[in-house]
């Protein structure tokens, strides 16, 4: 059951679900390495992302215990990929427009809530979800560091 803290919790984080947009291909995106960029990816995602998956990406935010599912701890891309951060299929995921699956449908289509947020399209939206990557592939864990 749903305490108002979680409905409140759950309720923010799925705010902007029904932006309609277009998918945005980022084949051709440079990636964001500086630090400035890094850091606008950590205000990203503590602004988008942290109430499910926790402010050390590790799926222990304030809404988890509300969902159905565990949010991934998402330190653990690289070692999943066998040490190599999968960087175009975390866009994706992130992206959500383009693909079959990204996440459970309690995950927010950040593409789309995006792009309803951004006036200047879809440059705007390429750069929030690089930045959002850059910033989690600087989280990952490596085989060996716990």
């Known amino acids: 059951m749903l305490t108002p803290h979680r ?12 932006a309609v ?9 440079a990636r964001p390495t500086s630090v400035e ?10 602004e988008h992302c942290a109430s499910c998956h926790g402010t050390s990406g590790r799926g222990d935010g304030p ?8 949010p991934t701890d998402l330190t653990h891309f690289a070692r999943a990929n066998g040490g190599v951060f999968p960087a175009e299929k975390t866009r994706q995921i992130i992206d959500g427009r383009g693909v079959a699956s ?6 927010p289509v950040w593409g789309h809530v995006f792009k309803a947020s951004s006036p200047a399209g879809g440059s705007a939206v390429r750069q929030r979800i690089e930045a959002i990557v850059a910033y989690l592939e600087s989280i990952q864990e490596r085989a060996g560091h716990e």
């Open 7 to 18: 409905a409140s919790a759950l309720a923010l984080a799925v705010a902007g679900l029904f």
């Open 21 to 29: 947009g277009s998918t945005a291909t980022f084949a051709q995106a």
């Open 37 to 46: 960029q890094r850091a606008s990816g950590r205000t990203l995602y503590m």
């Open 63 to 70: 809404a988890a215990d509300s969902l159905r599912a565990r």
């Open 102 to 107: 990204h996440g459970s449908v309690e995950m």
